[in-house]
């Protein structure tokens, strides 16, 4: 244990919330030095839209594939949805209740409106998603 009793975990965590909140309310500086720097730097900024330009080539062909694979495991449902959104997110087009068996069944995880997060799915694990999504939605 790490606090000797009740009373002490209860003042140890509002010490720790005091040491905390400045962190989390005023964030560090560096982070929009960064910025500053890449973007006012034109070799910097180049190379960083570059870097932005290969993200969202990824998380589109990640689109593509997961439709693709959803209509090789035999789905007769339409997933131009998938495709035809942009962004780091994609509603899958799942219910709640698809969602839930998802979930339980093959311990895929996503809001439950059905949002996935694309910048997760990578070649390693789109065909275990697109059976997951296939088995499913059958």
Not at 39 to 59: F, G, N, Q, V, Y
Not at 97 to 115: A, K, L, N, P, Q
Request: net charge neutral; hydrophobic share 35%; glycine share 6%.
């Amino acid at each position: 244990a790490v606090c000797s009793d009740p009373d002490e975990a209860t003042r140890v965590a509002s010490q720790m919330k005091i040491i905390v909140r400045p962190m989390y309310s005023n964030p560090p500086i560096f982070g929009a030095r960064l910025v500053s720097t890449v973007l006012s730097d034109p070799s910097l900024r180049h190379e960083w839209e570059i870097d932005c330009k290969t993200m969202a080539d990824r998380i589109n062909n990640m689109r593509t594939l997961l439709k693709e694979t959803l209509i090789s495991h035999g789905s007769k449902k339409s997933w131009d949805h998938i495709t035809s959104q942009i962004g780091m997110f994609c509603y899958s087009g799942l219910t709640k209740e698809e969602v839930i068996r998802i979930r339980d069944e093959h311990s895929v995880y996503m809001t439950m409106d059905g949002r996935i997060s694309m910048a997760g799915v990578n070649s390693g694990n789109v065909d275990y998603l697109a059976e997951s999504m296939y088995h499913v939605t059958k």
